[in-house]
């Protein structure tokens, strides 16, 4: 933990973090505040970082209720309110109190090792920050809840009765080829059904997103997310090689893979739908019958890895940090929301009775953890760390949960349950490398056309794209990016799980040897929270920062050499 021990009451602890007219005095105070010496400066940032966390918690709670349910009006409404009529404003201000920071002659006489990274970031954002771009920024969220908006009606009817698209993910496991077929084609055809209105969104954000970096100062929107995502350790080439290593270490395995399970099911060609499947014909894992049995096991999974995480993870069991089911209006995902005054987690996701659900249920609460460690951090800046490192903390708890996957499944389900999730890190790999390299090419030529979109998309899926055929579904496997989240809402937010996928399998290999020092090492890295660059960050927990195609086969060799030890 941190050792500063400086407090602040700034902020009043009723405040309606909602309304502008509560928060601009505050803001403005801090602007208009005396500076005298480094002391004072000190002071400010940690009054800043009080008043930064209101205003986030209380964006972070509407967008909560606005996810959990997206056909209620007044949460939307009031969600849409704040990014409308509050978040321009908070940017504007917040720009203003960066210039302050940043010019500041008492920034140099701050002690560099604590305040170093926060400054350095400050500088980057007052760098990038353009009036201009203010409603642009706006508009670009208002799409984006659009598209939520659009993912969250999707209803699907099969056989007589209507599923959410999670839900329907079930069928995906059937032992019955027909059905899985018919399952396949319905949910694909319902998303495609909108797939216009998806392209419509998309060019929009292409358009605005390209026009945000202009104003800017950068050549294109790649350039100008680099800086704002504070990518100070690594580079476009980087990604390229991660890119390479992909193509060159990850997909000859994941094709293999594809064969072999082709051969397994005696299927040729493989199809879209016989990817989830046992190749054994046994019916599909049911790792648990509702949310409630979830949290149980859950809870007594941690409770037998480590009196530690148990500990943080009984504390989200307050019937108000946990939102776990599937149901109509639902948005898609999960995801994990740090209430930032409240320094508590908040999960969201839409269990469907899936091991998919298990892995993805201890992945959020991996980032739970990481906002646990770190709450004692005085800067709210310093308890969100690099997503680079943030998803370390989600992807390892993922692996390190082996051991103890018998709080689910008997002892031949957890190596069925170790298979699959070995098989799918393999394939994710390729995936994100395709959908960054998507992303890439699409920002560096904005002034593409839907036709060139597309034919790029194709050339990308054939260099990274699975063993299979999509024969007569050519039209689905054209438009299949737009089921990636990620590409609409948080553009260039997608490699940052490669490159954590990468630093979680050097984790996952501390605990084959040391289980007791991996976890030690992983609580030891993420009370660090932000605090540290992201090097640093990889070091504290015993990784190396490399994502390259020498790094990625050393894993990759562990990971086939496990599932040569696992039966099919």
Not at 182 to 187: L, N, Q
Not at 229 to 249: I, L, M, N, W
Not at 422 to 444: M, T
Not at 522 to 541: D, R, V
Request: glycine fraction near 6%.
């Amino acid at each position: 933990m941190t050792t500063t021990t400086t407090t602040t009451e700034f902020v009043p602890a009723d405040l309606d973090a909602r309304q502008w007219a509560n928060l601009e005095p505050l803001y403005q105070a801090l602007i208009d505040r005396e500076l005298k010496c480094s002391g004072c400066l000190e002071q400010l940032l940690l009054d800043r970082s009080e008043l930064d966390a209101s205003a986030s918690e209380a964006f972070g709670l509407l967008y909560i209720a606005m996810t959990c349910d997206t056909e209620d009006k007044a949460k939307k409404s009031a969600y849409l309110d704040f990014v409308e009529n509050v978040q321009p404003k908070l940017k504007t201000i917040s720009f203003d109190l960066d210039k302050t920071i940043a010019s500041s002659p008492h920034r140099g006489d701050l002690d560099q090792d604590r305040y170093g990274v926060l400054l350095r970031g400050i500088e980057a954002d007052v760098s990038i920050f353009r009036e201009e771009n203010v409603p642009l920024q706006t508009e670009d969220a208002k799409l984006c809840q659009q598209y939520n908006e659009l993912c969250g009606a999707m209803m699907v009817t099969f056989r007589g009765k209507e599923y959410t698209m999670p839900l329907m993910a079930k069928f995906a496991q059937d032992n019955d080829r027909a059905t899985r077929e018919e399952a396949w084609r319905a949910s694909t055809e319902r998303r495609y059904q909108d797939h216009e209105k998806f392209d419509d969104l998309f060019d929009q954000m292409v358009k605005l997103r390209h026009q945000i970096a202009l104003n800017a100062g950068f050549d294109n929107y790649r350039e100008y997310m680099f800086k704002e995502k504070h990518r100070f350790d690594y580079t476009p080439s980087d990604c390229v090689a991660f890119h390479q290593g992909a193509q060159e270490v990850c997909v000859p395995l994941m094709r293999k893979l594809d064969r072999e399970r082709a051969k397994a099911l005696g299927v040729d060609p493989l199809r879209p739908w016989d990817l989830s499947v046992d190749v054994q014909g046994r019916d599909p894992l049911r790792p648990f019958d509702g949310a409630d049995e979830l949290v149980e096991k859950t809870s007594r999974l941690f409770r037998a890895m480590h009196e530690d995480l148990s500990n943080l993870f009984e504390q989200m069991r307050d019937g108000e940090s946990l939102d776990l089911d599937s149901r109509k209006g639902k948005a898609p995902g999960g995801y994990q929301e740090s209430l930032d005054r409240k320094r508590k987690p908040f999960i969201f996701m839409n269990a469907a009775g899936l091991h998919h659900d298990v892995v993805t249920m201890v992945h959020e609460v991996g980032h739970a953890f990481h906002c646990q460690l770190s709450r004692d951090e005085p800067l709210v800046q310093y308890r969100h760390a690099p997503m680079e490192f943030c998803e370390v903390a989600s992807m390892s708890m993922e692996l390190i949960a082996y051991p103890y996957l018998g709080e689910f499944y008997d002892e031949a389900e957890q190596a069925r349950a170790k298979r699959d999730h070995l098989e799918r890190i393999v394939g994710l790999l390729p995936w994100v490398a395709c959908v960054d390299a998507f992303q890439h090419w699409i920002y560096a030529n904005p002034e593409h056309s839907r036709e060139q979109r597309t034919a790029h998309w194709l050339e990308l899926r054939d260099r990274f794209g699975l063993d299979l055929s999509w024969e007569g579904l050519e039209h689905y496997r054209e438009s299949a990016w737009h089921r990636q989240i990620h590409i609409f809402e948080v553009p260039f937010y997608y490699i940052e799980y490669g490159i954590a996928q990468l630093g979680a399998l050097q984790l996952w290999q501390q605990s084959l040897e040391s289980e007791a020092g991996a976890i030690e090492n992983y609580q030891k890295a993420l009370t660090l929270g932000g605090s540290k660059p992201l090097p640093e960050l990889f070091e504290t927990a015993g990784l190396t920062f490399g994502f390259g195609p020498s790094t990625m086969k050393s894993l990759m060799d562990e990971v086939e050499t496990k599932l040569a030890s696992l039966p099919a």
